[in-house]
């Protein structure tokens, strides 16, 4: 059963620092690229970052480029988001994600088909 | 980067009702890279359709997506009370990898 749990979660002053965790269960990270999600409260979707199963290829959205960065642990099937110099606005419940994909005739199609619970991390002095 | 304009904000019907959702997209994106996920309160995103009008595993078959270019749409043909969520759209054509503001599918 495919699983992912986030951690890591928590209240922190704005420019410090900040690691999230997102654990994987029943399948292996390093076969699948990552995304980062986030959703400020009552508020949409913002996706964040995505990572490459080889970690050679991460994008990262223009609102966290530069201060948040993403890397796994292969030997515990787990993946990181490390969040430096937050600032309020990165206050959000974030999610990691699995991308799949599968061919559609000729074509591949890319989707998230696995989501975390997601962790809260609130931003403020 | 793609901008992705979903409309109408809140679509409020009944059971039993058809729901038509609209996601726009600026500049246009291959069909190939649009999804679809709703949302219930409190909880985390679920996959409906990927590569525009494909059902992911165990999405009933009253949901339907098409579209392609710049227009796509979600299309929920009789509304189950457990529908009543928010969806959103996202392309996975040029990163950022965007979602749509979201529509709110109320009672």
């Known amino acids: 059963q495919v699983q992912l749990v986030e951690s890591g979660g928590g209240v922190v002053q704005p420019g410090r620092s900040l690691r999230l965790s997102c654990a994987a269960s029943?399948?292996?990270?390093?076969?699948?690229?990552m995304h980062w999600v986030r959703q400020a409260p009552g508020k949409g979707l913002e996706w964040v970052a995505v990572?490459?199963?080889?970690?050679?290829?991460?994008y990262f959205a223009d609102s966290v480029k530069g201060r948040f960065t993403a890397f796994r642990d292969n030997s515990k099937n787990t993946m990181y988001l490390q969040m430096n110099s937050l600032i309020t606005e990165d206050t959000a419940v974030y999610y990691c994600?699995?991308?799949?994909?599968?061919?559609?005739?000729?074509?591949?199609?890319?989707?998230?088909?696995?989501w975390g619970q997601g962790t809260l991390v609130t931003v403020s002095s | 980067e793609i901008v992705l304009t979903q409309s109408p904000g809140t679509l409020s019907l009944s059971p039993g009702e058809r729901a038509t959702l609209s996601c726009r997209a600026s500049?246009?994106?291959?069909?190939?890279?649009l999804t679809w996920y709703q949302q219930k309160p409190g909880q985390a995103p679920r996959l409906l359709m990927y590569?525009?009008?494909i059902r992911a595993t165990g999405i009933p078959d009253r949901f339907s997506g098409s579209g392609s270019g710049t227009d796509f749409t979600l299309t929920i043909s009789r509304l189950e009370p457990e529908d009543f969520a928010v969806y959103y759209c996202?392309?996975?054509?040029?990163?950022?990898?965007?979602f749509g503001q979201g529509t709110k599918l109320e009672i």
């Open positions: 994600a699995r991308e799949s994909s599968e061919y559609s005739g000729y074509d591949v199609v890319y989707y998230l088909d696995s």
């Open positions: 590569g525009a009008s």
């Open positions: 990572m490459s199963y080889d970690e050679r290829r991460k």
């Open positions: 996202q392309q996975y054509g040029t990163s950022p990898f965007t």
């Open positions: 029943g399948f292996t990270l390093n076969n699948y690229a």
């Open positions: 500049p246009s994106v291959s069909s190939n890279y």
